[in-house]
């Protein structure tokens, strides 16, 4: 009763074939799921960035109401990219300025480099909201966050100092944002 083939024993690995074989499908798994893993990625960059930004508004009506004075929230987006900036005082600063927007000797200024992919547009008038420390009161106006792809998130600023997100009408859902 002998054997006629050998069986292979037991917990020696995988052939060369099976071996290719499941790097195959793994490396189709990788090509069909790429595209979709950045896509995400990037609208959660979207959320974290406007979120960010929304900090920085809430923190700026914060400071106004603590010390008593104006504060001010500078943005500018152009062709070149964007930047906001905070600053206290009753003057505006300019976030493209070094040194230029000021909290007690330090600089406050998100730029896009820190943003890749996240584009802004300006809804305020001069570009500039203010906080005012009477009442909490600040200028009313948005900012609109967005990705090539048409994902977009607006931080909103209501003349009471109220600071929301929304998405616009126009841009898919990406997170349960109430739409504006």
Request: aromatic share 4%.
């Amino acid at each position: 009763m002998g054997r006629r083939g050998r069986s292979r024993p037991a917990g020696r690995g995988l052939t060369l074939i099976e071996l290719m074989v499941g790097l195959a499908v793994l490396a189709l798994l990788v090509a069909v799921g790429a595209p979709a893993w950045s896509g995400w990625a990037q609208r959660v960059r979207l959320r974290a960035t406007a979120e960010l930004l929304a900090a920085e508004l809430r923190h700026a009506q914060s400071e106004a109401a603590k010390r008593h004075l104006t504060f001010s929230v500078h943005a500018h987006a152009d062709a070149h990219g964007w930047c906001i900036g905070m600053h206290a005082g009753s003057e505006a600063c300019d976030c493209r300025q070094p040194q230029a927007c000021l909290v007690d000797g330090v600089e406050r200024v998100r730029r896009h480099a820190d943003h890749p992919g996240v584009l802004l547009t300006v809804g305020v008038s001069g570009g500039t909201f203010w906080f005012s420390p009477r009442r909490g009161t600040a200028t009313a106006g948005h900012l609109t966050l967005s990705l090539a792809d048409g994902h977009a998130v607006r931080l909103v600023v209501h003349g009471v100092g109220r600071v929301r997100l929304c998405r616009p009408a126009d841009s898919p859902d990406h997170g349960g944002l109430a739409v504006c």
